[in-house]
């Protein structure tokens, strides 16, 4: 069997958040979730923003630091620096667009379910938006030791709706 | 054949302070496994939760023959991920690779991060591996060097080998994976 073992699968359709709960727990200490095919319902792009939620089902909006690098062909790459914000960073679950263009990403989560220690991630992804590629890389820290067991990601602009794409997460084994 | 799988190969967990940790090696592996990075496959190591008796640099060496190698032939170059800014290092000829500056557990100043080792097995080859991490620095501060290194001796090395620039790891999971 794979070390890697996967939890749960949640699929996105015509939402403007989606939540992915019940998936960290005491089996595992480190997790990867990923990101695919993840496209809006508009061509007028919108960041998409990662939060964690506690095992009471309350997203976390506060107490994030965080580092970004965006990176585009058509421009310098740019930094998305917040300390003590609100979510990962605007856009760390990358960029929506209109179908063919989607998004995906993949997160490494450290120490979520642990209420002796912060949550820790980071973070890359790739999208396309108004035909051009986009890459995303980025770290960071929920500052709270309360016991995380889930993740959310929501539009920016709540009159658009995430229209398709898949969360997976998998929990990494340590014998 | 690619069986396309993540096998655990090594892993360790501190539970009394330690000077350093080594996964792999062989014998001198801190598990007891007596086990070693023995094939030509990709390995991927993963720590987190790493705490040190003092504030203190975490060093990442490779091991030849289960000794960390602490010769000046460590070149790398990382990008630093931090929200008061963003950093870049490149070193030649260091002596490890200086992975992040980590403190006490009390402090929630700790060291998280995974890398993958590429061409560890080959004795005709130079040792290369990547890291990416997610950290709390002795400042406070998110931090996360992101970057790789390659250890510039054409040798096999059969394993890795953490440690810090002074006092103790008093906290912290390692484990080796490879990729077949």
Redesign the interface.
Known sequence: MSALRFIKEQEISGTTSVSITDVFSSDFDVYCLTGTNISSNSSSHDNVQARLIDESGTIKTSSYDTAQQDGAPEAAISAILGTNASSFGLGSFMTSDLEPESLAMTWWIFNPYSTSSYTYAYWQGGGTLAGLGRMRKGVGVLKSTDRITGFHIYQNNTARLLNSGHLRVYGLSIN | MAL?????VD?YTVSTPVGSVILGGGSSGSSGLNVSIDTNDVYMV?W??VHSSVDAEFWFRVTKSGTGDTSANYDYAD?L??????GRRGVTGDTKTHLENISL?SN?E?G?G?SYLYNFNDANELSYYTY?????NISG????P?GGCVHTVRSASDGVLFTLSTGNITHG?F?L?KQV
Not at chain 2, 4 to 8: A, D, P
């Open positions: 396309g799988k993540l096998i655990q892993t993963v987190y939760n990008k991920f931090n929200p008061a800014g963003f557990q929630q700790q998280n995974i990416e991490q997610s950290n709390r501060q998110s931090s996360a992101v999971t484990t994976y």
